[in-house]
């Protein structure tokens, strides 16, 4: 008698080891992310006027405050850079990068029920969120990027230049980076809930030091450093510089920041493994 696949047993365990990362699993549970993903974009904009179109509509808006506010009121500089397309490339990329962190540190608390019923690798929640914001982000780089070709056939101070082929290794350590800083976000709230509070503060405050709405130059030459040791500002310099030429790419503080970065996964993943065997009880 043939054996069905009903017939088969699987037995799901606490996984003991801190650092397990079971790629092949996650890959098999590719669908579930893809489902996860559609599931957000469809109750993003679910009775609402214009739908997705919200996704660019977003960052033009919050790009404009920008410019009255710190371009034409605050009179801050953009490095000869035509005001809209400099605020919009640090605005779009780093609107990328606070919303994977934000999801990645919301995976316990915003999921237990799900997590409390069924079991599929907790690793698929944050990659499902990099996938949802990617394609928003997406969306947002397609018209950053007309724009940047019109003003440059128009003639402004505006030079894309080869980095740009290595921009696709900047978005992956954008939200690499901010998924694992979301990961020991989310598995220290799991316990202690009012750090939630303090997680919007501190992600405001972050883009404040962050290059996103002046330029590195503005900064004095002595604290300049200390700026950049930031692990995001690197990257958004870098970002800036491959699209438009404005700044420079300050190679040591880049490598620096994918250290960083790489550091912080491993920890992010490290403390993930560790709660989620027992989060469960915990919320």
Known sequence: MQESQYDKITTVTANRAWLNINLKEIWEYRDLALLFVKRDLVNAYKQTVLGPIWI??????????????FGVIAGIGTDGV??????????????????????????????????????????????????????????????????????????????????IALTPLLILQTALLGTAMGLIISSITTKYRDLNILVSFGVSLLMYITPVVYPISKVPEDFRWLMLLNPVAPIVESYRYAFMGSGSIEWFYLLLSMAVTAVLLFLGILVFNRVEKNFIDTV
Do not use: D, E
């Not at 660019?56 to 506010?69: A, K, M, Q």
């Not at 605020?87 to 919303?99: A, E, H, P, Q, V």
């Open 82 to 163: 035509p005001q809209f397309l400099f605020y919009m490339s640090g605005n779009t990329l780093w609107s990328f990068f606070s919303n994977c962190l934000n999801r990645a540190s919301s995976t316990f608390l915003g999921n237990a029920r799900i997590f409390g019923k069924v079991y599929f690798p907790r690793l698929i929640m944050p990659v499902s969120g990099i996938l949802y914001n990617l394609v928003n982000f997406m969306l947002q780089t397609g018209v950053f990027v007309i724009l940047v070709i019109i003003y440059t056939v128009c003639g402004a101070n505006v030079h894309p230049n080869w980095f």
């Open 56 to 69: 660019i509509i977003n960052p033009l808006l919050s790009t404009i405050v920008f410019t009255v506010i």
